[in-house]
């Protein structure tokens, strides 16, 4: 069956097979890569895309159901060679180690920041709860997501802990 959507801005469409699932075809039919495939049960949160301004699950989602949709994928928040004020979070204060989870952390919490410009810790930590890091220990997540919100709300964010040292 053909498919098309709106894709980090662009109009695209392609073939999918009824069951083809919608990480699947960013992936394979589109080759955005950046979303990745984890559990495939909506258990970890690391195919997190935007679809029509809310963070949805890419591995529980046909790629029919997202017919006429306009999707953002963790490759569509850098413009014009600046990075996303969320992905410049995780770069400044290390919200990363192996990677793995950080497309998908990225995008959920742009849709944290976008519905709650000033969120306290335990509400950052409520809107990543369905992204898994095995890494982390989320702490500089959380970090990353506070210095976003910040830069988004047109603030200095907080200097990093280990610049007060």
């Excluded at 469409?13 to 909506?42: I, K, M, N, Q």
């Excluded at 976008?114 to 306290?120: D, F, G, L, T």
Aim: glycine share 12%; net charge negative.
């Amino acid at each position: 069956m053909k498919v098309s959507m709106s894709v980090n801005g662009k109009q695209v469409s392609g073939d999918a097979e009824p069951r083809t699932l919608l990480v699947h075809f960013l992936r394979e039919s589109l080759g955005l890569t950046g979303t990745h495939v984890g559990c495939e049960s909506s258990y970890c949160g690391a195919c997190t895309i935007s679809l029509d301004g809310k963070a949805v699950l890419s591995c529980t989602m046909l790629a029919a159901q997202a017919d006429g949709a306009d999707i953002t994928t963790v490759e569509g928040l850098a413009s014009n060679g600046e990075l996303h004020p969320v992905q410049e979070g995780f770069w400044e204060r290390h919200g990363l180690q192996c990677g793995f989870c950080t497309p998908g952390m990225i995008m959920s919490a742009v849709t944290l920041l976008e519905e709650n410009p000033e969120p306290s810790e335990a509400e950052i930590r409520r809107g990543i709860e369905g992204n898994l890091c095995r890494c982390t220990g989320y702490h500089n997540i959380v970090r990353a997501i506070e210095y976003a919100g910040a830069k988004m709300r047109g603030e200095e964010p907080a200097p990093a802990e280990w610049e007060n040292a």
